[in-house]
C-alpha cells in the first residue's frame, strides 16, 4: 500500500516556500537587472513580468517591434542566457536550490499546472516561478505529447521511469475497466519498482497519474482509461452512468436526477435526466421509469420483443421458464408477460406445454 502523505511535512515546505525568496518580485528584478532594456522588456512580455499577467507571443512581440519572430525568439534565448552567467543568478543559488527542494518534496515530475498552481495561487506570481523556472538550471520542462500533459522535473533518471511506468500502467487497462483508488495506485506500484521508496505516498502518485492523458479518474474517485464510459464525465448522461453503475441495479430516472445532486452537486432536473437516458444507448428501458446499463446484458425493446428474442435463442421453453427469462432483463409484473406471450400472432403452444415463435 503507498504511504499516506506527511501532511507536517508538506506543509512546512509550504511554509518555506512562502516566507522565503521565492514568492516576491525582488529575485525577478533583480536577474531582470542584468540583460539590457530590450532583452528585459523581451523577458518582461513573453513570461508577463510587468504590470500585465498575459504572455505574449513571439509574434505579437515582433509585430509591435517590426522585427521578425525568429529574431524576437534569438533576443530571448540570449537574454535568458544572459541571466544565467550573471552575479545575480549565482548569487541566488540558495533560492533556486530551495525551489528545486520543493519539487523534490512533490515527487520530482509533476504537471505543468500543478507546480505553478502549488507554488502561487494568482497568475502573476505564478509567472515569476515560470521565469525562474525557465533560467534555472536545474530545471527540465518537457513539452506536452499525446501521452502526458507538460511536466517539469529535476531528476532525467526518475521522470525516465514514471514515463515508462505510466505508460505500461495504460497498456495494462482495458477499454472499459474501472479501478478503485487503492486499486489503481496498487498496480501502479508495480510498475514503479526501480523509484525511490521514499516518493511511494499516495499524493505524488496522484500527480504521477495526472501526468497521463491518457489514464483518468471521475468524481467518485474511480480510475481508468480516460476514454473509459465510467471515466470521462462531460455531462447529465455521464453522471447518470457513474450513478447506476454504483448502485448496480435498475434505477427509476427520479432516482436517478436526485443521486446526481447529492453525489456530484449537480442540477439535474428530473425531465432532463428522463430526456437524457432515452436517447443514450447505454442505458436500457426495463421496467415504468426503471433504467438500467445496456453493458449488465439488458436489450431494448418491448416486452413482447424480448420473449422474442428468448425463444430465439433458447428455443421452446415452457411458460415458468419464460417468466424467470424475462425477469432478468426486465422489471415486470407476470401478467404483462403473460399477455404478450398469449399473443398468436408472435407466439405458439404447443402440446407439450412449451412456446414457440408463431
Known amino acids: 500500500m503507498p504511504q499516506k502523505p506527511n501532511k507536517s511535512a508538506i506543509s512546512s515546505k509550504s511554509k ?10 525582488q529575485l525577478v528584478k533583480k536577474l531582470l537587472a542584468e540583460v539590457s532594456d530590450r532583452a528585459r522588456e523581451v523577458l518582461t512580455l513573453r513570461f508577463g513580468l510587468g504590470t500585465a499577467s498575459e504572455r505574449e ?11 521578425t519572430r525568429e529574431r524576437v525568439r534569438q533576443i530571448e534565448a540570449a537574454a535568458i542566457e544572459a541571466v544565467r552567467a550573471s552575479k545575480a543568478f549565482k548569487d541566488a543559488k540558495p533560492a533556486f536550490d530551495e525551489l528545486s527542494d520543493y519539487i523534490e518534496s512533490q515527487g520530482g515530475i509533476l504537471p505543468e499546472d500543478h507546480l505553478l498552481s502549488g507554488l502561487a495561487s494568482d497568475e502573476k506570481t505564478r509567472n515569476r516561478f515560470r521565469f525562474l523556472l525557465v533560467v534555472g538550471s536545474a530545471f527540465f520542462r518537457e513539452r506536452e505529447t499525446e501521452e502526458f500533459f507538460a511536466r517539469w522535473h529535476v531528476n532525467q533518471a526518475t521522470a525516465k521511469k514514471v514515463h515508462a511506468a505510466l505508460s505500461s500502467l495504460y497498456s495494462s487497462l482495458s477499454d472499459t475497466e474501472v479501478l478503485s483508488e487503492n486499486e489503481v495506485f496498487e498496480r501502479f506500484l508495480t510498475e514503479l519498482k526501480e523509484v525511490d521508496a521514499a516518493y511511494r505516498n499516495e499524493e505524488i502518485l496522484k500527480r504521477w497519474l495526472a501526468l497521463s492523458k491518457h489514464i483518468g479518474s471521475n468524481p467518485l474517485s474511480e480510475w481508468g482509461r480516460a476514454t473509459a464510459p465510467a471515466i470521462r464525465t462531460k455531462g447529465i448522461r455521464d453522471y447518470a452512468y457513474l450513478v447506476i453503475k454504483r448502485e448496480g441495479s435498475p434505477m427509476h430516472f427520479r432516482d436517478v436526477a436526485n443521486a446526481i445532486a447529492s453525489l456530484f452537486a449537480k442540477k439535474a432536473h428530473v425531465a432532463t435526466t428522463h430526456n437524457e437516458l432515452m436517447k443514450d444507448e447505454r442505458f ?3 421496467g415504468r421509469g426503471l433504467y438500467a446499463l445496456a453493458e449488465w446484458g439488458y436489450k431494448p425493446g418491448v416486452v413482447r420483443d424480448v420473449i422474442s428474442e428468448i425463444l430465439r435463442k433458447l428455443g421452446p421453453l415452457t411458460r415458468d421458464q419464460i417468466l ?9 409484473k407476470d401478467n404483462t408477460i403473460l399477455v404478450n406471450l398469449n399473443d398468436p400472432k408472435h407466439f405458439k403452444r404447443g402440446k407439450n406445454g412449451t412456446y414457440v415463435l408463431a
Open 284 to 286: 436500457v428501458l426495463v
Open 57 to 67: 507571443t513571439l509574434e505579437a512581440i515582433g509585430e509591435r517591434w517590426s522585427i
Open 324 to 332: 424467470d427469462e424475462v425477469k432478468k432483463v426486465r422489471y415486470v
Open 16 to 25: 518555506v516556500m512562502e516566507n522565503h525568496i521565492f514568492i516576491c518580485t
